[in-house]
């Protein structure tokens, strides 16, 4: 059984940066497309990004764009999400989630095996 753990997570002011970790135990996730998806109390999960197991990657939410970005590390068996410029509207759990194909998409259906997720709350 796949798992992923998310951490990075936390409290920030508006402005400020974090780094959200995605990794797993037992298997290599450069093997697989990532992605990273957030939801806001009240609100459904959105994709954010994806990158690809030949590390394409592709953003989706437009209000992200220009300041998050996807990596991965393949020694440390690690996809990261760069998080820059916070406002307010970005507080939500974060999570990532394994693709099903090896590009990206939109949709959360062609992801499975969801981590538990991260906090993210930016006031001031």
């Known amino acids: 059984q796949v798992q992923l753990v998310e951490s990075g997570g936390g409290s920030v002011r508006p402005g400020g940066s974090l780094r959200l970790s995605c990794q797993a135990s037992g298997w290599r996730l450069d093997w697989y497309t990532i992605g990273w998806f957030r939801q806001a109390p009240r609100k459904a999960r959105e994709v954010i990004l994806c990158?690809?197991?030949?590390?394409?990657?592709?953003t989706y939410l437009e209000s992200v764009k220009g300041r998050f970005t996807i990596s991965r590390d393949r020694y440390r068996n690690t996809v990261y999400l760069q998080m820059s410029a916070l406002q307010p509207e970005d507080t939500a759990i974060y999570s990532c989630?394994?693709?099903?194909?090896?590009?990206?998409?939109?949709?959360?259906?062609?992801?499975?095996?969801w981590g538990q997720g991260t906090q993210v709350t930016v006031s001031s």
């Open positions: 990158i690809a197991n030949n590390d394409g990657t592709a």
């Open positions: 989630a394994v693709g099903t194909h090896h590009y990206c998409s939109n949709s959360s259906s062609d992801f499975r095996s």
